[in-house]
């Protein structure tokens, strides 16, 4: 039979995992910007200001994402490390 507090952990190791895949999210779309970046002075030198503008929203709208993923995992992050500190005072 598996105890309340096995289940916990594990529940606690997987929020752990998804987390750190939501960092790895992050790390890739900020390379993405850098990317991006280099992209724009390409385009500078070509004189396609359109294009520009395009990789600059793309750049907001990246930007806007991870500052919501980065406030989601603070959020739950938070929420799951209260969790493990109960299972740990509560043992």
Same mark, same amino acid.
């Given at each position: 039979?598996?105890? +309340?507090?096995?289940?916990?952990?594990?529940?606690?190791?997987? !929020? +752990?995992?998804?987390?750190?895949?939501?960092?790895?999210?992050?790390?890739?779309?900020?390379?993405?910007? %850098?990317?991006?970046?280099?992209q724009?002075?390409?385009?500078?030198? %070509?004189?396609? !200001?359109?294009?520009?503008?395009?990789?600059?929203?793309?750049?907001?709208?990246? !930007?806007?994402?991870?500052?919501q993923?980065?406030?989601?995992?603070?959020?739950?992050?938070? %929420?799951?490390?209260? %969790?493990?500190?109960?299972?740990? +005072?509560s043992?």
């Amino acid at each position: 039979m598996i105890s +309340t507090v096995d289940t916990s952990l594990e529940l606690i190791v997987i !929020l +752990t995992h998804r987390f750190e895949r939501l960092r790895g999210i992050i790390q890739l779309r900020n390379q993405r910007i %850098k990317e991006m970046e280099q992209q724009a002075v390409y385009f500078f030198e %070509k004189g396609q !200001l359109q294009e520009i503008e395009l990789l600059m929203q793309q750049k907001e709208g990246i !930007l806007s994402t991870n500052k919501q993923l980065s406030l989601f995992i603070k959020k739950w992050e938070q %929420k799951s490390n209260r %969790k493990e500190e109960q299972l740990y +005072t509560s043992v």
